[in-house]
């Protein structure tokens, strides 16, 4: 069974650009995460879907940060414009089922902002 | 409000020696899983174990075992006989019933196993 995807792996931009990050879930899973994690910190989630609806964003920065699922299967980040302190690894991760199962996770965007 | 606490930040120990990584948790939900995530210098977070609030009997898999007692709101992983392949870093999570179900993690233990 595959895995979560990301793309890119690497990404490294200048501040106030714009950045776009790219997850396609494990087949059959109905919620996808998306977090960041600072270097020496744990993930911090940002939005959570259940399919192709928001089911928790209070954490995401809306002045700059938005994400999208639009057909309820792969999503994408975006940052406009980014700031230094958004240097960090963007991770995706999917379950079946919210409340009960297990998140796997992919391999994660490296972003570095100069 | 949720709380997962490693207070090992980093651990070193020698080849084949066991290693215990500890963890606390914080909650007032009666209904909550905990988890356990690797993550080597790849990246990649990987999943290796959860427990529900209700099963509190331990469980060990191969090197690893997990202690998990109520009583101390606790949730620790031992590492027997240590490899150099098991250098990462090690999370632990902490994942209510109620609300959304976000994933809590703790700020991680990085263990170094020299050879």
């Known amino acids: 069974e595959a895995g979560v995807a990301q793309s890119p792996r690497y990404k490294i931009i200048e501040k106030r650009q714009s950045v776009a990050f790219w997850c396609n879930p494990i087949?059959?899973?109905?919620?996808l995460y998306w977090y960041q994690q600072i270097l020496g910190q744990g993930p911090k989630l940002l939005i959570q879907?259940?399919?192709?609806?928001?089911?928790?964003d209070s954490q995401l920065p809306k002045d700059r940060f938005s994400a999208e699922r639009l057909k309820g299967v792969d999503s994408t980040l975006k940052i406009q414009p980014a700031k230094l302190e958004d240097s960090a690894v963007y991770l995706c991760?999917?379950?079946?089922?919210?409340?009960?199962?297990?998140?796997?996770f992919g391999p994660g965007t490296r972003l570095t902002v100069l | 409000a949720q709380k997962v606490t490693q207070a090992q930040t980093e651990i070193s120990v020698v080849e084949k020696e066991d290693v215990t990584l500890d963890c606390v948790y914080e909650?007032?939900?009666?209904?909550?899983?905990l988890f356990w995530y690797k993550q080597p210098p790849s990246g990649e977070l990987v999943f290796l174990i959860r427990?529900?609030?209700?099963?509190?009997q331990n469980e060990i898999s191969g090197r690893y075992s997990w202690n998990f007692q109520k009583s101390t709101s606790s949730f620790n992983f031992t590492i027997t006989a240590s490899q150099v392949v098991d250098s990462a870093v090690y999370f632990c999570?902490?994942?209510?019933?109620?609300?959304?179900?976000?994933?809590?993690f703790g700020t991680g233990t990085r263990l170094t196993v020299i050879p």
């Open positions: 879907f259940q399919n192709n609806g928001v089911v928790d």
């Open positions: 427990r529900n609030s209700f099963d509190e």
């Open positions: 999570a902490l994942k209510v019933w109620t609300g959304a179900n976000n994933l809590f």
């Open positions: 087949s059959g899973h109905a919620t």
């Open positions: 991760a999917s379950s079946w089922d919210r409340r009960t199962d297990t998140q796997y």
């Open positions: 909650t007032r939900d009666t209904t909550y899983y």
